[in-house]
C-alpha cells in the first residue's frame, strides 16, 4: 500500500507574504544575525504573551539550556520533572546538575497536575518543570499557587502548547521560565529551527544576551575610538557570585523577521487546528475504544491528535492503517525513565504508573496543519473502516 498519509516532520507550508519576508531579509538586511529582526520578532512576542521579556535562540533546547543555568542548581537539589515528554525537556538540567524526580501525569489530560507535583516535594526541591506536552495547558493556576506555597522555581516547556491560555494568561507566562519552540513540527516553525525564552525576574535580563552570545558585552567605561582597545568586550557572566557559562545560541535575522510574520498568522493556525481535531473526535464517539481528550477552548491547540486504545488492539490498529489504508500512526513519547540513556544515568526507576499506561496505549494520528481536507476526510474514513474491521 503506498502511503497516503504521512506522519510528517513539516507542520505547515507559507504564505506568499511569509516568503515575501524571507526574500527582504536575504536581500536587504545589513547582518544575518543579532540586529533589527530580532528585536523586532522579541518586541512582538512579548506582547503576543503579555510579558516583559523575551530572547530568541536557536531552538527551545537552547533556551532550556539557558533556564536550566540559570536555576544554578548545586548538585544535591531536585528537579521534578515529567518522564513523559522529549528529552530536551529534562536533559540540559541533568547536565546542570540537577537530580530530577520522575512525576506522573495525570491518564485523561496527559499532563502533571499541582497533587502529583506535590507528593514529589521534599526539603531538597528546587524548581517544577510543567511540559504542556500535545498542546495542551496543564492546570497552570494551582501549579502556580504550588510553587509559591513551597518557593519554588516554575519552567514552563512550552514547545508544543503556544497560543493556549487559561484566565486570558497564555501558556509559558505563568512559570519564571517559558520555553517555546519553532522546530519543523510545531505549530508555527521558522524553517526548521528557532526558539523562544521569556523570564519573569528581571536579574536575568542583562545576563541572557551575553551567555546567548559568548560573553560579549560593551565595555563599562567610556571610549574615545569605537575600535580601542576593541569592538566590544568578552566579560564572565556572574549569578549569584558564581560564573556562568556562554555559548553561541544565537538565532539568524531570517527567522526571526519570519517568526515576527508568523505570529500574526499563530491563533488562525490553532483554531484551524483545533476545529478539525474536534470535528475528527466527534465523527468516531461512536468507537470508546478509541480515546481522546476534547477540549474545544483555547486551552488546547492540538499540537498533536493522540487517543488511547486499551483493549489490546493498539498495535493491530496502527498496523492495519499503515498496511491497508496507508495512514501512518505513530507511537510517542516514550517514557525519559525507559530510555537506556537515562538508565546509565541512574534514572531508570519511575513510579509513573499512569505515564506508563498512556505510552503503551497510545496513539498519534498524523496531524499537519498542511493536510488537506481530502487527507483529513480519508483518515476519517480509514480510521472508521479499521475500528468497524478490529471489532469484528
Ligand atoms: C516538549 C518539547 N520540549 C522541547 C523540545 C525541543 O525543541 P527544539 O527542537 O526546538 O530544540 C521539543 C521538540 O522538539 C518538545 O516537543
Same mark, same amino acid.
Given at each position: ?22 526574500? &527582504? ?29 523575551? @530572547? ?19 548538585? &544535591? ?40 507535583? &506535590? ?8 524548581? =517544577? ?9 496543564? #492546570? ?25 491560555? =487559561? ?33 519573569? #525576574? ?19 567605561? *567610556? ?45 488562525? =493556525? ?42 489490546? *488492539? ?27 540513556? @537515562? ?19 497510545? =496513539? ?12 483529513? &476526510? ?15
Amino acid at each position: 500500500m503506498e502511503l497516503k498519509v504521512d506522519f510528517s516532520g513539516r507542520s505547515h507550508f507559507y504564505t506568499d507574504e511569509e516568503k515575501a519576508v524571507v526574500l &527582504e531579509v536575504m536581500d536587504s538586511s545589513n547582518g544575518l544575525t543579532q540586529g533589527i529582526y530580532r528585536d523586532k520578532f522579541e518586541r512582538k512576542f512579548a506582547a503576543y504573551q503579555s510579558v516583559s521579556h523575551a @530572547y530568541t535562540t536557536m531552538n527551545a533546547t537552547a533556551a532550556l539550556e539557558l533556564t536550566a543555568q540559570l536555576c544554578q542548581f548545586n548538585g &544535591e537539589e531536585e528537579l521534578i520533572a515529567p518522564s513523559h515528554t522529549f528529552t530536551a525537556s529534562v536533559y540540559p538540567f541533568v547536565k546542570q546538575g540537577a537530580k530530577v524526580v520522575w512525576v506522573d501525569i495525570d491518564f485523561e489530560s496527559r499532563v502533571v497536575t499541582a497533587d502529583l507535583i &506535590e507528593e514529589k516535594i521534599t526539603e531538597k526541591t528546587k524548581a =517544577i518543570l510543567v511540559v504542556h506536552l500535545y498542546g495542551y495547558l496543564a #492546570d497552570m493556576p494551582a501549579i502556580r499557587a504550588l510553587a509559591d506555597r513551597y518557593n519554588l522555581l516554575l519552567i514552563e516547556d512550552t514547545a508544543q502548547a503556544i497560543g493556549t491560555e =487559561i484566565n486570558g494568561k497564555k501558556a509559558g507566562s505563568w512559570g519564571d521560565f517559558g520555553i517555546f519552540s519553532f522546530h519543523s513540527h510545531k505549530n508555527i516553525t521558522t524553517l526548521g529551527e528557532g526558539g523562544m525564552l521569556t523570564v519573569k #525576574d528581571n536579574k536575568f535580563c542583562e545576563l541572557i544576551p551575553m551567555l546567548r552570545h559568548n560573553g560579549h558585552c560593551g565595555f563599562d567605561y *567610556n571610549r574615545d575610538n569605537y575600535w580601542i582597545p576593541a569592538m566590544g568586550n568578552v566579560d564572565i557572566v556572574e549569578l549569584n557570585g558564581t560564573p556562568v557559562e556562554v555559548n553561541n545560541y544565537c538565532l539568524g535575522e531570517v527567522e526571526c523577521a519570519l517568526g515576527a510574520k508568523l505570529l500574526d498568522r499563530l491563533d488562525q =493556525i490553532n483554531d484551524e487546528k483545533r476545529a478539525r481535531a474536534i470535528n475528527f473526535i466527534d465523527i468516531l464517539q461512536g468507537f470508546p475504544e478509541l480515546q481522546f481528550q476534547r477540549i474545544d477552548s483555547i486551552r488546547h491547540n492540538y499540537h498533536l491528535l493522540v487517543a488511547t486504545m486499551e483493549n489490546g *488492539n493498539r498495535d493491530e490498529f496502527i498496523r492495519r492503517m499503515y498496511e491497508q489504508k496507508g495512514v501512518k500512526c505513530v507511537v510517542q513519547y516514550y517514557p525519559l525513565h525507559r530510555y537506556d540513556y @537515562y538508565k546509565k544515568l541512574g534514572l531508570g526507576e519511575a513510579d509513573v504508573p499512569n505515564t506508563d499506561r498512556f505510552y503503551d496505549n497510545m =496513539i498519534s494520528f498524523p496531524f499537519q496543519h498542511w493536510m488537506s481536507d481530502e487527507e483529513l &476526510e480519508y483518515m476519517t474514513k480509514s480510521t472508521l473502516e479499521i475500528l468497524q474491521e478490529l471489532r469484528g
